[in-house]
């Protein structure tokens, strides 16, 4: 199965749990680090999220997962806040995000496969990435993983966050 395809399904089983508990599912990974396979899970909410919500959703999904057993690897389960370098995986966070830079990889097959570009208006399932003085319409399907580029102004003027960038004098 295609990390794709995996995600797609492991999201499709965990999202009504995530969203009983007030969260919003922001995106489903899987990887592996130097300990073995890792499905890492990142859910926020307005305001922001804490130990306690990560804490409730990894008691809540974990029991999910292991009923249906979508994976048939070992792995470890990581649930956390999406962090200044959010994810971005669904046609509604890419419309959401627009005008914001953004690092894509798009699966395999398709030629230039990583860039940096702009979220641009979205067509059906199409995304427009302004990527330099192009224009490039890309499939949702068709990206493997993509993650917003902010500065610490920008992610505390989209999150609500009290950010403050280098150099920022804190002595009054």
């Not at 005008?99 to 427009?128: A, C, M, Y």
């Amino acid at each position: 199965m295609s990390s794709h395809s995996l995600r797609t399904k492991v999201r499709a089983l965990i999202e009504p749990v995530v969203a009983r508990l007030g969260l919003d599912l922001v995106a489903v990974e899987w990887t592996a680090d130097g300990r073995g396979q890792v499905l890492r899970v990142s859910v926020d909410k307005p305001g922001g999220i804490g130990i306690d919500e990560c804490t409730a959703a990894t008691w809540r999904i974990g029991p999910v997962l292991d009923e249906a057993d979508p994976i048939a690897a070992a792995y470890r389960l990581e649930v956390s806040s999406p962090g200044i370098e959010r994810p971005v995986e669904r046609l509604s966070d890419f419309q959401r995000f627009l005008g914001l830079k953004v690092k894509v990889r798009l699966v395999e097959g398709i030629d230039r496969r990583r860039f940096s570009g702009v979220i641009g208006p979205t067509e059906g399932d199409v995304v427009h990435f302004q990527v330099g003085d192009e224009v490039r319409p890309v499939s949702v399907e068709d990206v493997e993983r993509a993650h917003l580029v902010l500065t610490l102004e920008e992610y505390g003027s989209l999150f609500g966050s009290d950010v403050r960038s280098e150099g920022t004098d804190d002595h009054e």
